[in-house]
């Protein structure tokens, strides 16, 4: 086979490093994009010390068109990943919105003048379950996000209107581009430095002894590398098996309660400090009046929100990593690079 180059953009990221680190085993030749390749570029060559010219890094920023035309050069494919996921909630939501969707139009723009033939989004399960009401407990690949509905958070709104404005442009832009979604709930699984995701700072406050008390929500839950798996598949399955796809990545839903179980089951010489008492309700509440991160759970006590994922599976061909495990490697890695003591 001849070498084929795509492009990961945020080759940063959790998501975006497991996936390079993945391609580049499969044989692929990597383009990536980090905002400063002052701050990134090392760590990221420390990381694949033998990739020489098959890991080329470009800075590209999603608000700025410059960058943009060298990183997609000499690809065929191109895996958008790179999006912003804070952990705190920002008060204008455009913070979020304006580059998440000028930056997946940009991505875009810039894979089709390249000549690039298949583009696969990282949009979100924030795109498919939420704003539907307590009374809707499982979405699948046809379920959207409904923003008309009140307080939809900044973060999901911003992955429903990016991955709505991806679909729409390729419909009148590019309809011979081949174009899917990687849909993935909250993802865990081994992290490579302490640079961490918003999705694995959830295990790493529940070990650390900042969350005293275990308040009454859950979330679906799926492994970093089953998340690149799929995007990888996605890269190189025949057309007619991922154009228009969404793949929803999720392997079971579970209540906090459960993660500090599992915590305390898989690893109980690190989980001295995670809680084993339950936070009642109204305590939520009255911390939301005080504290941010409390405003953003708020709205989630007691909702299952479930995700099938299997469609995913069963398109792709694998089995996902059980959640229990993900957390347990979660934990062990977080401990590794000494971010849990002891
Ligand atoms: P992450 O580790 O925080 O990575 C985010 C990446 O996006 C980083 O490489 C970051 O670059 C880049 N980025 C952010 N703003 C940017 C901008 N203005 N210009 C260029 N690059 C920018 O998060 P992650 O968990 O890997 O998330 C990656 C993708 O997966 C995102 O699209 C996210 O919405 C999606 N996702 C994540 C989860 C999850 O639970 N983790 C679940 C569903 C979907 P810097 O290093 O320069 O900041």
């Not at 959790?14 to 990536?32: F, H, P, R, S």
């Not at 390249?114 to 399960?125: D, E, N, Y």
């Not at 690190?270 to 309700?281: E, F």
């Not at 061909?317 to 849990?340: K, M, N, W």
Request: net charge negative; aromatic share 6%.
């Amino acid at each position: 086979m001849t070498e084929q180059r795509v492009l990961v953009t945020g080759g940063t990221g959790y998501i975006g490093g497991e996936l390079i680190d993945q391609l580049l085993k499969k044989g692929w030749a990597v383009n990536t994009t980090v905002r400063s390749k002052a701050k990134s570029e090392s760590r990221l060559r420390n990381r694949w010390p033998d990739a020489g010219d098959r890991l080329q890094i470009f800075e590209a920023d999603l608000m700025s068109d410059s960058g943009w035309a060298e990183a997609n050069q000499g690809c065929t494919h191109v895996a958008h990943v790179a999006s912003p996921f804070p952990m705190a909630v920002p008060s204008n939501a455009d913070e979020l919105i304006v580059p998440a969707r000028e930056g997946t139009l940009r991505a875009l723009r810039f894979a089709k003048d390249a000549g690039v033939t298949r583009f696969v989004q990282t949009s979100s399960a924030a795109a498919i379950a939420y704003g539907h009401g307590g009374a809707k407990t499982l979405f699948d690949q046809n379920d959207w996000t409904n923003l008309d509905a009140p307080n939809v958070a900044p973060y999901i709104q911003s992955k429903t209107v990016a991955e709505r404005a991806a679909r729409d442009w390729v419909l009148e832009n590019a309809p011979e581009m081949e174009f899917c979604s990687v849909n993935p709930v909250a993802v865990l699984g081994p992290v490579e430095n302490d640079d961490l995701s918003t999705s694995v700072e959830m295990i790493k406050m529940l070990m650390d002894g900042s969350v005293p008390l275990i308040p009454n929500m859950g979330i679906g839950v799926v492994d970093v590398r089953d998340v690149a798996k799929t995007h990888l598949l996605a890269l190189e399955a025949p057309a007619e098996t991922v154009n228009g796809e969404r793949f929803p990545a999720s392997q079971s839903f579970l209540w906090m309660a459960d993660m500090a179980a599992t915590l305390r089951q898989r690893v109980p010489e690190h989980a001295k400090k995670v809680p084993t008492g339950n936070m009642p309700d109204f305590l939520v509440k009255i911390l939301a009046l005080f504290m941010a991160e409390m405003k953003q759970v708020k709205g989630e006590l007691g909702n299952l929100r479930d995700v099938d994922g299997s469609h995913t599976t069963k398109t792709l061909g694998f089995d996902y990593i059980p959640a229990e495990q993900s957390i347990e490697d979660t934990a062990r890695s977080l401990v590794a690079h000494g971010i849990i003591k002891g």
